[in-house]
């Protein structure tokens, strides 16, 4: 006389679910992720009704408002350049630019006076110098959406 177990152990795995989670969790991190801002230094942009945006990142240039200056800063730790070390700074940084758009991105604070911001322009003319009239690069000032 054969005993049949009546409570049998099912040894599969049903994925669906998982894949549910899987997939919210996905939506979650995306969205997430563009909420960070990629600003390293911590600034106050002037206002612009322009809707233009550049879509990739070239070389950037912070002046924070305590007039330090940021070439290209990577995450917070990023340390000042000291004006006098712009020029070489920048150098290398057009070395290492890939784009085929020749743009400095300048990130200043809204508190920070013309001055400073002529003064960058003058070292941009004086890193101009060295390149010809068609791969110079331009100067776009960076505002905040009103």
């Known amino acids: 006389?054969?005993?049949k177990m009546q409570n049998r152990i099912d040894t599969t795995f049903s994925a669906?679910?998982?894949?549910?989670?899987?997939f919210l969790l996905l939506i979650f991190f995306m969205l997430t992720s563009t909420m960070i801002s990629p600003n390293a230094i911590n600034?106050?942009?002037?206002k612009s009704t322009a809707d233009k945006q550049l879509s990739n990142r070239q070389l950037e240039v912070y002046i924070d408002a305590d007039l330090n200056y940021y070439?290209?800063?990577?995450?917070?730790?990023?340390?000042?350049?000291?004006?006098?070390?712009?020029l070489p700074v920048l150098m290398g940084a057009v070395e290492k630019d890939a784009s085929a758009q020749k743009n400095i991105i300048l990130r200043a604070?809204?508190?920070?006076?013309?001055e400073n911001v002529v003064a960058l322009m003058d070292v941009l003319?004086?890193?101009?110098?060295?390149?010809?009239?068609?791969e110079r690069y331009k100067m776009v000032l960076a505002t905040?959406?009103?």
């Open 125 to 134: 003319n004086e890193l101009n110098e060295n390149f010809p009239e068609e």
């Open 43 to 46: 600034l106050v942009l002037p």
């Open 71 to 86: 070439v290209n800063p990577e995450g917070s730790a990023a340390q000042p350049t000291p004006y006098e070390e712009l």
């Open 16 to 22: 669906t679910s998982m894949s549910d989670l899987v």
């Open 109 to 114: 604070d809204k508190s920070v006076p013309i």
């Open 1 to 3: 006389m054969a005993i």
């Open 144 to 146: 905040e959406a009103k």
